[in-house]
């Protein structure tokens, strides 16, 4: 009889990984000394390497998404562009607002991702978003 950890199961289940490619983030900005320092010393390229050599010791293929208006365009838009993003859509810190509908703001950044990849890969891939719409605000005392 064979035994699958949780994990194991989830290395079956998982056949590519596809992530924001945010190399060139740091170019041609200036948002202070100190931030400037911060965002400078990030090792962007080192953890790109380190996660693509984790991944394919388990078979699993790593893909670099270029992220233009992700987090600007809603989940309901029929394309990820510039065509439709809407940046006044993030009214405060970590939620999505279009219309009545709110939605968490890194979710939509990750799900636009994804759908920006499939159609540049030619995926046709339907994806919901229910999981979307249920936002959960934590408060956390600084």
Do not use: W
Not at 47 to 60: N, V
Not at 91 to 115: C, H, P, Q, T, W
């Amino acid at each position: 009889m064979l035994f699958l950890s949780f994990l194991d199961y989830i290395y079956l289940a998982i056949s590519c990984v596809v992530t924001g490619d945010i190399r060139n983030i740091r170019r041609e900005k200036d948002l202070g000394h100190r931030t400037n320092q911060k965002l400078h010393s990030l090792p962007y390229n080192r953890i790109y390497i380190m996660l693509e050599y984790k991944l394919k010791r388990y078979g699993i293929r790593f893909v670099k998404q270029e992220e233009s208006y992700t987090s600007q365009c809603s989940p309901l838009s029929p394309e990820v562009g510039k065509r439709y993003a809407e940046p006044s859509n993030r009214k405060e810190r970590g939620s999505y607002r279009d219309g009545n509908r709110v939605y968490n703001a890194d979710a939509v950044g990750a799900y636009n991702i994804l759908r920006k990849y499939h159609s540049v890969s030619g995926v046709k891939k339907e994806l919901s978003v229910t999981g979307l719409k249920t936002p959960e605000i934590i408060k956390v005392a600084v």
